[in-house]
């Protein structure tokens, strides 16, 4: 009964049949699962190709209905709808550091439009010392559409990196999917980094711990990956199945 030593682990014939031990397991993971199926180029282009269509198209629809958010805005405000005293108290804040900053100009509707990209994904604005807000708490309504918006992108680029990448088994395409956090993740963190206002002795700005973890790595993770899998559910296993039947 020969042993034959593989790379991190023993693998032992016996009988015409082979046991892997130590670490053949993990090995496996990161041969089949990472370092072969991991796409470089199309998880940095489509990646990043995600992040650019979602701004794009969660800022159209913001800018769609501006009309309707700015009078939710100030309903909010002159009616008290946010019963939470200290909810409240985030918003007028809020308002006042932008007011005093007076962002003029296209950089200033950017800031805005990141805010509202940044929440989108979960991620809520740091207001001073007062504490977290998200803008879509003022229009609720349209909160899961924007919450969709990227995660329906992330899901589409990432099976197209997995359809070209071609690869195979489940473990395979999940990584192949998740790709695209490489273009995704960088383009976060720039973009919080950007969205800052200072006024009012104070500043608004992208909680940049939730925003890496949240916006740069679970939303690409998670839907890119899950289209990577339903990939090799669809056209690797049910089509292959059948092409093996005929």
């Not at 046991?19 to 991991?38: I, K, Q």
Request: charged share 15%.
């Amino acid at each position: 009964m020969p042993d034959i030593e593989g790379d991190g682990g023993t693998t032992t014939e016996s009988y015409g049949e082979s046991t892997d031990t130590g670490g053949g397991v993990l090995d496996r993971v990161l041969t089949d699962g990472v370092r072969g199926n991991l796409s470089f180029v199309g998880g940095i282009v489509l990646g990043g190709l995600a992040y650019v269509l979602a701004f794009a198209s969660i800022s159209g629809l913001f800018l769609a209905t501006e009309e309707q958010q700015n009078v939710a805005v100030n309903e909010a405000v002159a009616v008290d709808m946010l019963a939470d005293e200290s909810k409240r108290e985030v918003l007028l804040a809020f308002l006042t550091i932008v007011r005093d900053a007076n962002p003029e100009g296209g950089s200033g509707a950017l800031r805005l439009l990141g805010w509202i990209f940044y929440n989108a994904h979960g991620v809520k604005l740091s207001v001073g010392t007062e504490g977290g807000l998200s803008l879509l708490v003022l229009f609720a309504d349209s909160t899961l559409v924007y919450a969709l918006i990227p995660a329906a992108l992330l899901f589409c680029l990432g099976g197209l990196v997995a359809l070209f990448k071609r690869a195979d088994g489940f473990l395979g395409g999940f990584f192949s999917g998740s790709s695209v956090v490489m273009g995704y993740l960088p383009l976060v963190v720039v973009g919080a980094l950007f969205a800052t206002v200072s006024g009012a002795g104070s500043t608004v700005s992208v909680q940049l711990l939730p925003a890496i973890l949240l916006a740069g790595i679970l939303y690409p993770l998670v839907c890119g990956g899950a289209a990577g899998l339903l990939k090799v559910l669809v056209i690797n296993v049910f089509f292959g199945g059948i092409r093996s039947r005929l």
